[in-house]
């Protein structure tokens, strides 16, 4: 029985590809190229015999699991691409972990209410029940925003990263 409830947990890296959605400014979606990756980080031992953390991709994983997203994007066009802006949604399977996100020249943002909002998850509030509010916290981000101060030239590529737990 138990070994039944642990597999039930098992998620495939096919369902990871559907935990993580990207979309870009409108500006910039005939030009750049968007896609995204789930790494995991393992302990191997080196050729030395040293232990070394290396990333590898998810193929499963289970409940507590930490998972690295990689967003790439890249401009196919001939022009520089203006004012990107990468909004990410995150899975209700998944829990961010708060100051992982980064990116290459990009301000990161949160936003807790399903992306209509995005800012700095320490001032964000969440409304309570008995209609007063309390500070966010990261497991009430549902979108990350990565937004580009430099516009991206033709052939340039870049990447974005966060980091989640699956609940």
Same mark, same amino acid.
Request: aromatic content about 6%; overall charge negative.
């Given at each position: %029985?138990?070994? %039944? $409830? ?17 979309? #870009? ?24 015999? $040293? ?20 967003? #790439? ?16 949604? *995150? ?10 996100? /980064? ?31 309390? *500070? ?5 981000? #549902? ?12 052939? /340039? /590529? ?8 699956? $609940?």
């Amino acid at each position: %029985m138990v070994k %039944m $409830k642990l597999f039930s947990w098992v998620v495939s890296v096919s369902a990871f590809a559907l935990l993580c959605a990207v979309s #870009t400014s409108a500006l910039a979606a005939d030009k750049l190229v968007v896609s995204s990756a789930v790494f995991q980080e393992v302990s191997v031992v080196n050729a030395e015999g $040293k232990n070394e953390i290396q990333r590898v991709p998810v193929s499963k994983a289970l409940p507590g699991s930490e998972l690295i997203y990689v967003i #790439t994007y890249k401009n196919i066009g001939d022009k520089p691409v203006e004012d990107v802006v990468i909004n990410n949604p *995150l899975a209700k399977e998944l829990l961010y972990k708060d100051q992982s996100a /980064e990116g290459k020249d990009a301000a990161v943002a949160v936003s807790v209410d399903g992306g209509a909002h995005f800012g700095n998850l320490a001032l964000l509030q969440i409304p309570t029940p008995d209609g007063a509010s309390r *500070l966010a916290e990261a497991s009430d981000v #549902t979108h990350l925003q990565f937004k580009l101060s430099k516009s991206v030239l033709p052939q /340039e /590529e870049g990447t974005a990263s966060f980091r989640v737990i699956l $609940k």
